[in-house]
């Protein structure tokens, strides 16, 4: 009974610590500048999330697992890159989309390769993937360091210029991605086998999951996220750019950190993760906002991330006692 | 994997740790020989040398990454703390009020004071790392990341986001113009004494030894009467202490506090580590490891320089031979061990 209780609290806290500071956030900064809440910021912060949306929603599910991908900030610049190339040779949009997403699923695949059948380390294999990527994706661009220019106008189309309600397709492919991954991790085997091996991998093992294909299609669905919004990211800058996925796996870590799910795996929530998400994009578009400048942002999302795991440690000690 | 040590072979003479670094320093004489007979201009006294200089910072860097990982824990903030002991180096040493903008005035401290003003900022780094890992717990990969966003943080404040270059004293730059000969400058030197220690502290005292228990087996270590918390924080203020140093030579050598300097060099650092043999897992490795690490890693990246491909190649390079040399390792010490 009092477990129950105890349980039943924690996660109430959780459900509403993140949501809290989201509110928090957003009530300072509307405070400070009264542009902040107005209808072309708004639009503008969700048009900007969803790369780290698509990111970090599908880590949150690996990381439920216990595993870590710092490969897909390469993936997303690589991606973006492919993307661009194939666009500018003229091949059709959907084209280019298909073999781009089918792209990610393949470095997903190989990430998965390195961590469950190779048996290395998920920092270091995805460490080495995230390496490649970027090496790749330099390579492929003009004079190893350049952007690609040049698309077309109409490439805008899906991340940029608004759709319905002033905003863009992309933001409703990120909402139906977004819902398949919530009903993926609460609904299906899937979530219930990752939070499994997320709390202890012998036990699943033992207890019949195959950890192998588990962990392994979940890698994949990350490298297919991560070329989404690689394909996203340039359609909103209409730029192909390898390393401008730089940062994403630090961003996606603090996003899944905020919204609870804790790294030593067991538990998670997709759902709380996009919250994290809003909140970093808030605080990032809220800094523009009253004019500070870019350089305050690499602290301020570092002590963010260090909160959040204290905030999940006191919690988890809290409940102990 | 995870019990090298407790496995070594019975009938040979030399343990599983000696036969890695011995396989690993094969590895590094093929290749150096394969460069020197392929790569024009390779087998040159000024390459060489430089070669030596340019691994002298990070093999600084990776004895404290080295011992943690030994240990059993990551440090992905010296990078970060990289950055900040260079801006912080310069900014306490600058002249106040010297010039017009902001960036060019500091606190005009003497360069002795301000080396060690910035050293204890870069250890409170660690301390804090220290407390997040082993206090409260926190998984290390995470915790470290947040720590290196705020010391890259701090330096990018400071700097302003660009580098401060302007109205620093002239012993500034002597750290890193001083040469013995060629291009053997001080960093070379500081490294090479470091690793001594380094390596007297591995192989001959209890503190060492008792790293290696801690990363074999932490409960077996604790119950075993060793106060792992304490082991851990100093592990985790040495490491930051060191790429403090790492920082303040490169800002010298620079004669700039420039807040992107040691971008990316927490990943090169664990590179080079684990590149070398040291064990992901813990309770296998030696800062030897690193040092065979380093050169393997520059002088691949140095023949694909001068062999006219585009720099990128080092990052395909890097990936590739991360994934090669743990599995090549892996599957020679299978072997022995059958």
């Not at chain 1, 993936?75 to 003229?90: D, P, T």
């Not at chain 2, 490294?191 to 932490?218: D, V």
């Not at chain 2, 520059?298 to 190649?313: A, Y």
Request: aromatic share 6%; charged share 10%.
């Amino acid at each position: 009974m009092n477990l129950n209780r105890s349980i039943s609290w924690k996660s109430t806290f959780k459900n509403l610590y993140v949501f809290s500071v989201l509110a928090l956030i957003i009530i300072i900064f509307s405070s400070i500048s009264s542009n902040f809440i107005g209808a072309p910021n708004i639009t503008n912060i969700i048009r900007q999330s969803v790369p780290l949306l698509l990111v970090s929603t599908s880590v949150t599910l690996l990381m439920m697992s216990g595993n870590i991908d710092l490969s897909v900030g390469g993936i997303l610049g690589l991606c973006s890159v492919v993307f661009s190339i194939m666009i500018n040779a003229g091949s059709g949009y959907f084209m280019a989309a298909v073999l781009t997403l089918l792209l990610g699923v393949f470095i997903g695949f190989f990430n998965g390769f390195l961590v469950v059948r190779l048996r290395i380390v998920p920092v270091i294999a995805t460490l080495a993937t995230m390496s490649l990527c970027v090496g790749l994706g330099k390579l492929m661009s003009p004079g190893g360091i350049g952007l690609i220019k040049g698309l077309p106008e109409d490439i805008v189309g899906f991340g940029r210029t608004p759709f319905l309600l002033r905003l863009p397709i992309s933001v409703y492919v990120a909402a139906a991605v977004i819902i398949v991954l919530v009903v993926l991790q609460r609904k299906t085997l899937l979530g219930k086998y990752a939070a499994a091996i997320g709390g202890n991998s012998t036990a699943a093992e033992l207890s019949g999951i195959n950890v192998v294909k588990t962990v392994w299609l979940l890698y994949v669905i990350v490298g297919l996220c991560a070329a989404l919004a690689g394909i996203t990211r340039t359609s909103l800058l209409s730029l192909g750019d390898p390393v401008t996925g730089m940062g994403m796996e630090m961003d996606a870590m603090i996003a899944v950190v905020l919204g609870g799910t804790s790294f030593s795996g067991g538990e998670g929530s997709v759902a709380r993760t996009v919250i994290g998400v809003l909140v970093l994009m808030c605080l990032t578009a809220g800094m523009q906002v009253i004019g500070a400048e870019a350089y305050y942002q690499t602290i301020v999302k570092g002590i963010v991330l260090i909160i959040a795991v204290v905030v999940d440690v006191l919690v988890k000690e809290k409940i102990d006692d | 994997m995870r019990n090298l040590n407790a496995q070594n072979n019975a009938n040979s003479r030399i343990s599983n740790l000696t036969f890695a670094i011995l396989s690993m320093l094969v590895v590094l004489v093929v290749i150096f020989t394969i460069a020197s007979i392929c790569v024009p201009r390779f087998f040159d006294i000024n390459n060489i040398s430089n070669l030596i200089a340019q691994q002298a910072e990070i093999i600084i860097l990776g004895i404290g990454v080295t011992f943690l990982l030994i240990a059993g824990y990551f440090d992905m903030s010296v990078g970060g703390i990289i950055s900040m002991a260079a801006v912080l180096s310069a900014y306490f040493c600058q002249a106040t009020g010297a010039a017009a903008n902001d960036l060019g005035s500091g606190l005009g401290l003497g360069y002795g004071t301000a080396i060690a003003l910035t050293l204890i900022c870069c250890m409170a780094i660690g301390a804090l790392n220290a407390l997040l890992v082993v206090k409260l717990k926190v998984n290390s990969v995470i915790a470290t990341l947040g720590t290196m966003a705020v010391a890259r943080g701090i330096a990018m404040i400071v700097a302003k986001g660009a580098q401060r270059i302007t109205g620093l004293p002239e012993e500034f730059c002597a750290i890193g113009q001083f040469t013995i000969i060629g291009t053997i400058n001080l960093a070379v030197v500081i490294s090479i004494i470091l690793l001594i220690i380094a390596l007297i502290i591995e192989n001959k005292t209890i503190f060492g030894r008792r790293i290696y228990l801690i990363g074999a087996n932490q409960t077996a270590a604790k119950l075993s009467g060793i106060n792992v918390d304490r082991q851990v924080a100093i592990l985790y203020i040495t490491s930051a202490f060191l790429a403090g140093i790492s920082g303040i030579v490169m800002a010298s050598r620079f004669n700039a506090g420039n807040c992107a300097l040691g971008t990316g060099y927490e990943f090169d650092a664990l590179v080079i580590t684990v590149l070398g043999g040291t064990s992901i897992f813990g309770g296998f490795g030696s800062v030897t490891c690193a040092v065979v690490g380093a050169f393997i890693l520059g002088i691949l990246s140095t023949s694909v320089n001068m062999l006219g491909f585009q720099p990128s190649m080092q990052m395909l390079v890097k990936g590739v031979v991360i994934i090669v040399s743990i599995l090549a390792l892996r599957f020679a010490l299978n072997k022995r061990n059958v």
